[in-house]
């Protein structure tokens, strides 16, 4: 059984920062990659980042220079700094992450959310 469970969301105003946290954990073999996710009431979920076994890192344009996705593999822990929130961030945001159990095949796991509120 594998676990993603995220933290660190929260109310924030406008200009303002937070740091997201997602720890895996269970009989997990090996991660590949680990990414974050986000749906706003109303909307469609869309990809926030994503960061590879080897630190190799993909952006949504409207994120990049503002947010930085970064993992601790040692962890097993994958992070999200945002800077200059928006009121247009707020969203439930989601980890997901591709994880080998044993000798079994890759399957992709989410965690349950955290939601991250920008307003003044």
């Known amino acids: 059984q594998v676990q993603l469970v995220e933290s660190g969301g929260g109310l924030v105003q406008p200009g303002g920062s937070l740091r997201l946290s997602c720890a895996a954990s269970?009989?997990?073999?090996?991660?590949?990659?680990m990414g974050w996710y986000r749906q706003a009431p109303r909307k469609e979920p869309e990809l926030v980042a994503t960061?590879?076994?080897?630190?190799?890192?993909n952006y949504a344009d409207s994120m990049k220079g503002r947010f930085t996705i970064s993992r601790d593999n040692a962890k097993n822990t994958v992070y999200l700094q945002m800077n200059s929130l928006k009121p247009e961030d707020t969203a439930v945001y989601y980890c997901?992450?591709?994880?080998?159990?044993?000798?079994?095949?890759?399957?992709?796991?989410w965690g349950r959310g955290t939601q991250v509120t920008v307003s003044s």
């Open positions: 997901a992450a591709d994880i080998q159990i044993g000798s079994n095949g890759w399957s992709t796991y």
């Open positions: 960061i590879t076994s080897g630190s190799s890192t």
């Open positions: 269970g009989s997990i073999f090996a991660i590949n990659t």
